[in-house]
């Protein structure tokens, strides 16, 4: 699998990313760090899909998959209250039941224990990894190290949120607990009834997602890379191995190929003969322009399932999870609640403009990453399925990935991530 670089012509490997959100310009921007020609392909531009609308937060310790223990018997409440960060199209719940039954069969400790363990190791350093992406590249200017704090009413709510924290602590992370005056005196903008947060240092933020990608994009194309934009449909094999990539704009050379496509991934890994569980678990964000009031750190607000993130020259609220697949238009609730749930938690925020979006975060079922090479054809990689936390975990994965692909295999064991699994 990890053989060296083929000298081709131009005496370095060809390789096709498919994909510029922040897993597939990661990827790119090693790949060409470790020798590679580099042919970045994106059907919108790079940071149009998911990557985004993002929270913008570096969050390492966001480890915690959604399928925790429990959760079956919250859902149907979830979703009857309109106050709820859960929400369901129910004409697409159909479509959902397969993906949902592998989904929920996750809800278990032991399964939440391993599916942490297995997040940790691709965002437990993620700031030191963003460093390391965007050093040189200009895209540095968007990246900012702070603390990230998680809100709640009070310490009992925090308490009941403990087989999450517990699973952080275990993972090595710790936190400074700031209750009544001292989460005042670190930052006095929230709300009289919100007495409580854990505070963790060491993580980061972007202050505007989209352009960051952008930037990592451009310092590809300037260095050598090739960026085109096409649609990928398929793969040219020749003697078992990729030899190309189909696109609507014609077959696109290469030596390797790797499917960062995010929620899209799915047909592409169909071609390799893979059936890979993988949904939309759709977001919300609104923007509002030129606040007047900026937290001192990104936050999420634990109840609403929501973070508030100071961004460049407005605020983001995002968060809440909707099923209804790709296809169907925004919904209005999630952006009421968003707007309500801001409204309450800083009370006294104006702002002049406010924007919105709606984005799909890339569910596989298992909450892992499929991270390695494709079972299917030789030279394929694959780079998808982050959930809530592919802004902080696509540098480690497109490191890699890069290493994968240029014969620099990383030390530790990748299995739990492996394509394979879903052959
Ligand atoms: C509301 C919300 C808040 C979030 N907050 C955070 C956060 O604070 N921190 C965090 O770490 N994560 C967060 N996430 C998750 C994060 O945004 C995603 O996990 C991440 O952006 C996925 O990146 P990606 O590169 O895999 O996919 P994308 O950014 O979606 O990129 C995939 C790219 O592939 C292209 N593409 C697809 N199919 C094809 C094809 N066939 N041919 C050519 N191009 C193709 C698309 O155009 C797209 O540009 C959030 C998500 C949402 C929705």
Not at 98 to 104: E, T
Not at 123 to 132: C, F
Not at 173 to 194: H, I, N, R, T
Not at 357 to 369: F, L, N, T, Y
Request: aromatic fraction near 8%; charged fraction near 20%; proline fraction near 6%.
């Amino acid at each position: 699998m990890n053989e060296a670089p083929k000298h081709n012509g131009t005496g370095a490997k060809k390789v096709a990313v498919i994909g510029a959100g922040i897993v597939g310009v990661s990827t790119a921007v090693w790949l060409q760090r470790s020798g590679c020609e580099v042919i970045l392909i994106d059907r919108l531009g790079p940071g149009e899909g998911t990557s985004y609308g993002n929270g913008g937060i570096l969050a390492s310790c966001s480890i915690v998959p959604v399928t925790v223990p429990g959760l079956l018997g919250k859902v149907p409440a979830m979703l009857l209250d309109r106050k709820s960060p859960l929400f369901l199209r129910w004409s697409y719940l159909p479509k959902l039941l397969p993906f949902l039954r592998h989904y929920l069969s996750h809800c278990k400790a032991s399964e939440t224990t391993r599916i942490a363990s297995a997040l940790n190791d691709i965002v437990g350093d993620s700031l030191e990894q963003h460093q390391a992406l965007a050093e040189g590249t200009g895209a540095e200017k968007w990246l900012v190290p702070s603390d990230y704090l998680f809100i709640y009413g009070n310490r009992s709510n925090f308490e009941a949120d403990s087989f999450g924290w517990g699973l952080r602590k275990a993972n090595g992370f710790s936190w400074q607990e700031l209750e009544g005056d001292e989460f005042k005196a670190y930052d006095p903008v929230f709300a009289e009834d919100l007495t409580f947060a854990a505070r963790l240092s060491g993580h980061g933020r972007i202050a505007d997602p989209g352009r960051y990608v952008k930037d990592l994009a451009t310092s590809v194309t300037s260095n050598g890379g090739r960026y085109i934009k096409a649609d990928v449909s398929d793969f040219r094999k020749e003697n078992g191995t990729v030899s190309g990539v189909v696109t609507d704009q014609g077959v696109i050379d290469c030596d390797s190929a790797v499917v960062t496509a995010g929620v899209w991934s799915g047909p592409l890994a169909k071609k390799l003969g893979m059936k890979v569980p993988l949904e939309s678990e759709r977001g919300y964000h609104v923007e509002l322009v030129e606040p007047n009031i900026m937290p001192r750190s990104p936050v999420m607000l634990a109840s609403g399932k929501f973070v508030v993130t100071p961004m460049d020259g407005r605020l983001r609220v995002a968060g809440l999870v909707e099923f209804g697949g790709l296809d169907a238009p925004p919904s209005r609730r999630p952006i009421e609640l968003l707007l309500e749930n801001i409204s309450k938690a800083i009370p006294n925020l104006t702002w002049k403009e406010t924007r919105e979006w709606m984005g799909h975060r890339p569910a596989v079922s298992d909450s892992i990453p499929v991270i390695g090479e494709a079972p299917g054809l030789k030279s394929v990689f694959m780079g998808f399925g982050h959930h809530h936390i592919g802004l902080t975990g696509g540098p480690k994965t497109g490191r890699i990935l890069a290493g994968l692909i240029s014969g620099d295999r990383p030390n530790s064991d990748l299995s739990a991530y492996a394509p394979a699994r879903f052959a």
